[in-house]
């Protein structure tokens, strides 16, 4: 009924531009004429206005009755109502505000946020109803835009290609990358995939060059808890950004695509392969050395980087790919071994590791510093056991890095340690020995000349036993004048005897000598060198006079 009544309220004022004379007088809005209505007082009042009696109270109240029941009509009334209320400010006030918030609700997001604030919505009222802060105004944000809507990367055939698009994805990811793992701050988007087994996978990111500087990060862990595991990003702003093959365990993983600048849109792709031989230590390529060695060829391009021990100087990590293989010896051997590479682009090395999987350390290493496609690890005798012989790279994306690794197997000669020192017979007459230590190895640092410098090259070792004191001279000759020989006496059995003395040929003129007079007893002298890896022939002569 009252709903009516107002209805043909506003007809009669549509048609005739004015109310009806009021009547005095009511007991509900029907006693009143059109325009007016009962007010608390029995008395009939204007909409928006005073009572037909002038009274400004009743004409309060009537306002606030009018405007709550009005809250569902349509703007056009709400403003009629308010344009009618000018005869008292305070109706005016209460009856404007819900005619704003009215109006509110019915504009578009992006007007909206006006709208509210004139009429003195709340913060929660505007932040529900305008477009999320992420977003770039005007652009509808990606179903990626965020961790929870990441878009699924189907890797069953390999390879998988999508468009990753930027445009309108606000910022969502605080993940670091590059020097000091400085954020990436522009616009990102979310890739997911799955893997059931242990796989390669590599990621490659192409954009618009010159543009914003596009970055790739991976992460683990679930959304609201990611965890970064690798991060590149386009420093030069060409447009291509790559995250190299590594070894991913099963379980889901997190692509980012994220940028620096303005947001530009990309083409994401995304590759999996099968876990090849060598990639890991469980999977080493096993290399048999039980006779003289042999030779191996291969390429790292295509393998992930899964060794971290460092090497030459300050043991500075190798973060490129890395190769597997395995050397098993029934008994000791010397090993040496050769890479030869023309990947001279990227700097290869060579790692031998001892210990089991999981809990190996770092035994001997060399890198191509030169990069003249040379690394060679010296002979070294190597007890019965298993090693791991890891050829590295210091640079991942280098492209093909095809190697040749040969390994060299020799038996252990006579004299090659203190344990195995070889027995001289000394007399008053000269007893001459020959050899080359070049087929020996470097197993003993003693010192020699000032401030005891180490000899560090391959040696050999000699034991003899006097029976009476006796003067012991002892001479080496050499036409190895390349490197600097030397002569140890010590005094005492092995596996540790005393250093006496000793002497080295260093004006290299090729030749050397020790004398000392001894007493009864058991002493060891080492040929020894100052230098590796040359051809160092030479002649010891010793004598003992009593």
Known sequence: ????????????????????????????????????????????????????????????????????????????????????????SSSAASASTASSMSTASSLPAASSSAAATSAGATSQFVSSSLAPPSSSAGVTPPANDACPGATVVDLSSGTAVLPAALAGAGQDSSLGCESGHAPLDGADVFFTFTLTEARLVDVSLVGPAGSAELGLVLADGACGSLELAACTTDLAHSGTTTLSPRLLAAGTWWIIVDARGAAADATLTVHSAVVPSGETCGTALPLDVTHKGGTVEGDLNGHSDDVALGCESGHQAPWGPDLYFEITLSERRVLSFSLVTTATASELGLIMLNGACGSQSLARCSTDLARDGLVSLEPVIYPAGTYRVVVDSRYAGAGAMPFTLTVDSTPVPDGATCAGAVALSVSASATTMTGDLALHTADASPGCESAQEALWGPEIFYTFTLDQAATVTATLDTTATASELGLVLSQGACPGPSLLTCATDWQRDGSTSVSRALSVGTYVLSVDSRFRGVSMPYTLSVQAVP
């Open 1 to 88: 009924m009252k709903a009516r009544t107002l209805v043909a309220l506003l007809s009669v004022v549509v048609a005739t531009g004015c109310p009806p004379p009021p009547k005095s007088g009511c007991a509900d809005d029907a006693d009143c004429d059109p325009g007016f209505i009962c007010g608390e007082d029995g008395e009939c009042a204007a909409i928006g206005g005073g009572s037909s009696s002038g009274s400004t109270a009743s004409g309060s109240s009537a306002a606030s009755v009018s405007s709550s029941r009005a809250a569902a009509s349509s703007s056009s009334h709400a403003q009629s109502a308010s344009a009618s209320s000018a005869a008292d």
